[in-house]
């Protein structure tokens, strides 16, 4: 069996995002497993043909991203844009289940009710194991409700996208940032995409944490994994708390502030930290916590109705909110784009620095992502000399000590 090149790169880089794309295209050839510390990875079982790939490599997230989409409007930091505002879903239930406004939820709602798709392909918790995540296929409402909610682990959800594209009706896609960008690149050599997924959605990535992370929540709220039937990493609420519900219907809690600021915000893969479009610059519609500040211009993580930030970055997206909100499904209001700077402080730090985190890992002899049309230039000019050398130097510390 000759290695695959293009999984042999990523790997030795520590690129993969877990998308499963190259599984799909593969056809047999690539199976996905679970590696330590908790990540989704590939690996070849059987002979990849050429053609396989060359489509691979055209694609994988972890080999690069290409986001050029046009709009009127391109920000360094949040993308292109048609419409940039916050709001909510106008159901109550579908405001407090979903991690923050719903407003995600709401347009798949409408989306599905107005016939503009049949169903919905997104990530939902796995029955199986609570802590992880499975792809599922929903066609009404209550559905969508029911897989409302941040995921925070692993998940896949173009691991069988070619069966998809093959069967019956057009779908709503939603996933992480890479997801969406993988799916885009896919698109432009398989035409079967823009037939079947008239619709992307996307929500602002922190990053994926291991499940080694998933369980230090549970050891910390002392609930025994054997007995874990249920687990929401946050929502039912905005921001909600991490919850396990145990077997014999107790529950188990941690605040959003403890269970992704204190764990697993510090269990992310490494893909994630390098990456140039955690705010979904290839969806159609892109989501994301529309927090509040507190006195000190922080956000704060009290819990409050949610609040969502909207960005329509294409003419479909734009078409869909104004559609959603003249029916009545949400409601929003327009902003200035720099007002999601204040909301999103972490995402701000995590572009302006991207430049000098690519220079530390060429510096290391690792593999670099190939990225276009995200702004790493215009964005990294807005930092000073001083923060790109701690990063710069941060991350060649890790690299030595091998932390990453």
Request: proline share 6%.
């Amino acid at each position: 069996m000759t290695p695959s090149p293009t999984l042999e790169r990523v790997a030795r880089g520590q690129l993969c995002s877990g998308c499963g794309l190259c599984a799909s295209i593969g056809e047999g050839a690539i199976e996905l497993v679970t590696v330590s510390p908790g990540f989704t990875r590939p690996r070849q079982i059987a002979e990849i043909t050429a053609s396989q790939e060359a489509r691979i490599a055209q694609c994988c997230p972890g080999v690069g991203i290409d986001n050029r989409p046009a709009a009127p409007n391109d920000d360094a930091l949040w993308g292109p844009s048609f419409f940039t505002g916050t709001g909510h879903a106008t159901d109550a239930a579908v405001r407090h289940q979903a991690s923050s406004g719903g407003v995600i939820s709401a347009l798949l709602i409408h989306a599905l009710a107005t016939g503009a798709v049949d169903y919905v392909v997104e990530t939902g918790m796995d029955a199986s194991h609570p802590l992880g995540n499975v792809t599922v296929s929903v066609r009404g409402p209550g559905d969508v409700t029911a897989a409302a909610g941040s995921r925070y682990a692993s998940s896949s959800p173009l691991a069988e996208i070619s069966a998809m594209l093959d069967a019956p009706g057009r779908f709503a896609f939603v996933g992480k940032p890479c997801d969406v960008s993988a799916l885009r690149a896919l698109a432009r050599i398989d035409p079967r995409v823009d037939a079947k997924v008239p619709l992307m959605l996307a929500f602002f990535c922190a990053g994926v944490p291991s499940g080694d992370g998933a369980r230090r929540i549970l050891a910390a709220i002392e609930a025994p994994e054997a007995e874990v039937t249920a687990f929401r990493y946050r929502g039912d609420g905005w921001p909600g708390n991490a919850t396990a519900t145990l077997a014999d219907g107790s529950t188990r809690s941690m605040s959003y502030h403890d269970s992704w600021g204190k764990i697993l915000s510090k269990e992310v893969q490494f893909r994630c930290k390098i990456c140039p479009d955690a705010v979904g610059g290839a969806a159609d519609v892109a989501c994301a916590d529309a927090w509040y500040g507190d006195a000190k211009g922080y956000p704060s993580f009290a819990e409050q109705a949610g609040r969502s930030l909207v960005i329509a970055r294409t003419s479909i997206g734009e078409s869909l909110l104004n559609a959603a909100r003249i029916t009545g499904a949400i409601v929003v209001d327009a902003i200035d784009p720099r007002e999601i700077d204040r909301m999103q402080p972490s995402q701000v730090r995590r572009k302006r620095e991207l430049l000098a985190r690519l220079a530390a890992t060429k510096v290391a002899g690792r593999p670099v992502p190939r990225y276009r049309g995200v702004g790493l230039l215009l964005a990294a000019r807005q930092a000073p000399v001083l923060q790109h050398a701690r990063a710069f130097a941060g991350l060649v510390r890790r690299f030595a000590l091998r932390r990453t």
